[in-house]
């Protein structure tokens, strides 16, 4: 599957752990498209960001069940991946 780079990083995520991560390791996370594999993400950062990627951790977070007002209802799926920069680099995400 031949995925744009615009379509494998969906968006940066912005926490209160995330933002330390990105201060203090020079570790950035974003949500991104479930099929996408970890060396097509480290080219989508490096073309988006023009930065240099030393490494990419994936996880797959499972979707939680809500109550509704007709049962019960899963939110969906969704990939995290989070990037490990050069020590030179930086993304400035605000």
Do not use: C
């Amino acid at each position: 599957m031949n995925l744009d780079a615009t379509q494998i990083i969906k968006r940066p995520l912005i926490t209160e752990k995330t933002t330390w991560e990105a201060g203090a390791r020079n570790r950035v996370s974003f949500e991104v498209h479930q099929a996408a594999d970890k060396p097509a993400i480290k080219r989508a950062i490096e073309q988006l960001y023009k930065v240099r990627v030393e490494g990419v951790a994936t996880q797959v977070r499972k979707g939680k069940y809500r109550r509704t007002r007709w049962g019960q209802a899963k939110t969906p799926d969704w990939k995290k991946a989070t990037v490990q920069l050069h020590e030179d680099d930086r993304i400035e995400l605000f």
